[in-house]
């Protein structure tokens, strides 16, 4: 390091003196591609529509699967489907990761080798190459994601026959020309992917109950074991012959997982235009099934890509869907019920039934003032009122999402707070509220962070959830709410039955 700023400039004019040129190397990011369709008369761009295809899985149960980019939820090239729109490739730039490792080789006007130079992202970036100012020079950036090493190059002496030979690991390239001056120059690096990579995501419908609990010889193709890429104008070859990538999963434990990601899969290829994906083993939900695959991915080089199936069961309502309906006012501390004023910490009530109902039984909650509770056959669902707001002494507050976002408090995912349970309205296919009941007696539950938006896992913070009886032949549900002041539930609770999917 320079001993004061005087030193540091005379350093810097006694090169630029000398006839020498300092290039900084500026690492800028990594570019994705982002595949958009063409422009509407009004001139703006949309990303290409995503694709859904379904799947069956079983004879009552199958899964929905879509292919999305990475960087954006609503771009990417998705399962192949035909359309009238061209579309159109664009970038999206990521940041290299921390402590990433990554090379600059520099090559003269006639193609020699002249001196090369490994960084380490955000480490030592700032470190200059020096060389003959007035001449021209190719410079080439690559990495191959890694934070230990980074490979060298092949037949280096030479850019006309130097090469990145073999990688199978996350490629990265760029390669620039530049007319270094006298004194100071930048370069400005931005490294592409070479390879695609997929991260798949395994979900279960909230409706379907159990869990993921085995995944075996999961794979995904086409790829191959490695690739070869010139130097002097980023040609890849393909080594070897096709093959599939095994698509790795972290243990699932003995109560298996209701979500679960991959670690990403590299695959080496040429555009695809029908990859697959396939389980060798799945069980969930109690069922196992061989050889499950999803076809017809479209798979681009250089893409990041998310798999994304959700499983779900297919069921039909058994019991008519009965509604609940009840938005008793506030009288003192407690309630004015059918005329009647109910003090505060007594329990109002209403009774459904559940014959035949082989799947469990699902309570949607479109509006609620501020708990409540169920009886399933005789058995209260919490060992508590399940309580969403703070500060009441009657029943204090006991529900959380199970990522430690609160009601009337912070998002654990970012963005505005989430409100009051008794400031949300959901809808009959959206509520704000949803529990289920499995066959076996097993209750989950889920919640929105805003009117009549995606349900997240919901967990009690005091008190526990219990195991209620469940039949397949004959069940009452009592839905009960303990008054504190204005009372409010609006839903609707029934038995489910399985049935063949469509």
């Not at 003196?17 to 595949?35: D, F, T």
């Not at 480490?123 to 994601?145: E, H, K, M, P, R």
């Not at 609940?324 to 019920?337: C, D, E, H, R, T």
Request: charged residues 15%; contains cysteine; glycine residues 8%.
């Amino acid at each position: 390091m320079c001993g004061s700023l005087y030193a540091c400039k005379e350093s810097k004019d006694s090169v630029a003196q000398s006839g020498k040129a300092n290039v900084s190397i500026h690492l800028l990011g990594v570019e994705n591609p982002v595949v958009t369709t063409k422009k509407a008369s009004n001139g703006s761009s949309s990303t290409a529509s995503n694709q859904t295809i379904v799947v069956p899985f079983t004879k009552t149960s199958s899964f929905e699967a879509t292919l999305t980019n990475e960087s954006s939820a609503t771009s990417g090239n998705l399962l192949r489907a035909s359309s009238g729109n061209r579309a159109a490739v664009t970038e999206e730039r990521t940041p290299l990761g921390d402590n990433v490792k990554y090379k600059i080789v520099v090559y003269n006007s006639s193609g020699d080798y002249v001196t090369e130079k490994t960084y380490t992202n955000t480490v030592d970036n700032t470190s200059d190459i020096t060389l003959d100012a007035g001449q021209a020079y190719t410079f080439v950036a690559y990495s191959v994601n890694s934070t230990s090493t980074v490979p060298a190059v092949t037949a280096q002496t030479d850019l006309t026959t130097a090469s990145l030979d073999n990688i199978s690991a996350d490629l990265m390239y760029f390669k620039k020309d530049l007319t270094v001056q006298a004194g100071d120059n930048n370069l400005d690096v931005v490294l592409k992917h070479q390879y695609s990579e997929v991260t798949t995501n395994l979900s279960m419908a909230t409706e379907m109950t159990g869990a993921i609990t085995n995944l075996a010889a999961t794979t995904i193709d086409p790829t191959h074991p490695s690739a070869n890429l010139k130097l002097a104008d980023g040609t890849i070859t393909y080594n070897g012959s096709t093959a599939t990538a095994n698509v790795v999963f972290p243990g699932l434990g003995a109560a298996g997982l209701r979500t679960v990601s991959s670690t990403p899969t590299v695959l080496i290829h040429p555009s695809a235009t029908n990859g697959v994906f396939n389980f060798g083993s799945i069980t969930i939900d109690g069922e196992t099934k061989n050889n499950v695959s999803v076809a017809g991915l479209n798979i681009v080089p250089g893409q990041r890509y998310n798999l994304n199936l959700n499983f779900k069961t297919c069921t039909q309502v058994v019991t008519g869907g009965a509604n609940l309906n009840w938005n008793y006012l506030a009288s003192g501390n407690g309630a004015i019920v059918n005329g009647v004023v109910v003090p505060s910490g007594n329990t109002v009530e209403q009774t459904l039934t559940a014959p035949g109902a082989d799947y469990g039984f699902v309570f949607d909650i479109q509006q609620m003032d501020n708990s409540f509770n169920m009886e399933v056959n005789g058995i209260k669902l919490a060992t508590q009122e399940i309580q969403f707001e703070a500060g009441i002494a009657i029943a204090p507050r006991n529900v959380q999402f199970a990522d430690g976002s609160i009601y009337n408090g912070a998002n654990a995912e970012g963005g505005a707070n989430i409100p009051q349970i008794y400031n949300m309205v959901g809808t009959a296919t959206h509520p704000i509220i949803r529990v289920v009941i499995a066959r076996d007696g097993q209750v989950s539950m889920y919640g929105s962070k805003s009117n009549g938006g995606e349900l997240y896992p919901l967990v009690l913070t005091a008190g526990t959830f219990n195991i209620v009886p469940w039949s397949s032949t004959s069940n009452t549900v009592k839905i009960t709410q303990v008054v504190q002041g204005k009372t409010t539930m609006i839903g609707a609770g029934s038995g489910r039955k399985k049935i063949a999917c469509p």
